[in-house]
């Protein structure tokens, strides 16, 4: 089994950063491609950014890049995200998955292990 915990959302004004973390027990962490994704309301989950096991491959959402960083630390078994220059838009409920493949993936039917989310409220 493999457990999930993200922390950090919160209220924000526009122009304004937040760093999301994301903290794992269970399964060895290290071998997992990770991912962020992200769920409004009324809207479809949709992904943000990923992370290889190494943490040598990256990628991210196009309305997100220049933005957001993705980095993890296997030694604690979590996963960040760096979210700078917030946009109204940018408000949602996130949530960071495990892949039980070593891969960056933005693909959701890859993630087995998913937490239970953090809300992010940018306002304007």
């Known amino acids: 089994q493999v457990q999930l915990v993200e922390s950090g959302g919160g209220l924000v004004q526009a122009g304004g950063s937040l760093r999301l973390s994301c903290a794992a027990s269970g399964r060895t962490f290290s071998t997992y491609g990770l991912g962020w994704f992200r769920q409004a309301p009324g809207k479809e989950r949709e992904f943000v950014a990923t992370?290889?096991?190494?943490?040598?491959?990256?990628d991210y959402a196009d309305s997100v890049k220049g933005r957001f960083t993705i980095s993890r630390e296997n030694a604690k078994k979590t996963v960040y995200l760096q979210m700078n220059s917030l946009k109204p838009e940018d408000t949602a409920v996130y949530y960071c998955a495990a892949s039980l493949r070593p891969g960056a993936t933005s693909r959701t039917y890859d993630y087995k292990y998913w937490g239970q989310g953090t809300q992010v409220t940018v306002s304007s």
């Open positions: 992370i290889s096991w190494s943490g040598g491959s990256t």
